[in-house]
């Protein structure tokens, strides 16, 4: 499968720890982005990185959130001291910067925060 | 005010069926459009983009843009119960904040057979 992948599909955690998701976006892509989708929403942007550098952040992103993706490949999306308020599905996709502009997503991280 | 409206539904039409879906938007800004098909608890599915006003075919799909009004809309014809998903439009601007994109809420469909 040659898509965007997202590990793990779904966490369940207790309200302040911390959790880690990690998404390998498709091997040619160069720009990864993670959103973030609350029940009977559509998904809201986080932030993008394109190669290692990561180039804007929502407001959404507080400084709870942190996102790293180290040498352009893989990313991470870490929350610390999570609260209720986290609950929702983490999308990540990416896409190439030049030829057609198509924006592929994974399946999603699914958290539940207790 | 939300940048991107979309009808949450959900919509039901018999298998067969033209399902039409629409979104307006109010950021005179956005030049690039895409519809999303997302099945329960999966990622969205591209289904068609499109940069320019006026229509776009794929197989059963049609987009269709009116920048003038703020209004984009995608047609499915001759619907079949695999359609039943939800429908997600989504727009960006064409700058290097390309994939930043402002999401409808998302359309409910269901296709009776």
């Known amino acids: 499968d040659t898509g965007v992948s997202q590990d793990p599909r779904h966490k369940i955690t207790k309200r302040g720890q911390n959790v880690t998701f990690r998404c390998d976006p498709i091997s040619e892509h160069n720009r990864l982005y993670w959103y973030r989708q609350t029940l009977g929403q559509g998904p809201e942007f986080l932030t993008y990185f394109q190669n290692e550098a990561q180039l804007e952040k929502s407001r959404l992103l507080s400084d709870r959130f942190s996102a790293e993706r180290p040498k352009g490949s893989f990313s991470t999306l870490e929350i610390q001291r999570t609260e209720q308020g986290d609950s929702a599905m983490y999308l990540c996709a990416s896409s190439s910067r030049t030829g057609a502009r198509e924006l592929f997503f994974g399946e999603g991280s699914r958290l539940t925060v207790l | 005010q939300k940048e991107v409206e979309q009808d949450p539904g959900p919509l039901s039409v018999p298998e067969g069926a033209i399902v039409s879906l629409n979104c307006t938007y109010s950021n005179s800004a956005f030049q690039y459009f895409m519809w999303y098909r997302q099945y329960s608890r999966k990622g969205p599915e591209l289904l068609m983009y499109?940069?320019?006003?006026g229509n776009k075919e794929d197989g059963r799909f049609t987009a269709q843009v009116d920048k003038s009004s703020k209004y984009i809309s995608l047609f499915i014809r001759d619907s079949q119960p695999s359609d039943s998903a939800t429908y997600l439009c989504?727009?960006?601007?064409?700058?290097?904040?390309?994939?930043?994109?402002?999401f409808g809420a998302g359309t409910q469909v269901v296709v009776t057979p």
């Open positions: 989504a727009m960006s601007v064409l700058t290097d904040s390309w994939g930043k994109f402002q």
């Open positions: 499109t940069y320019s006003s």
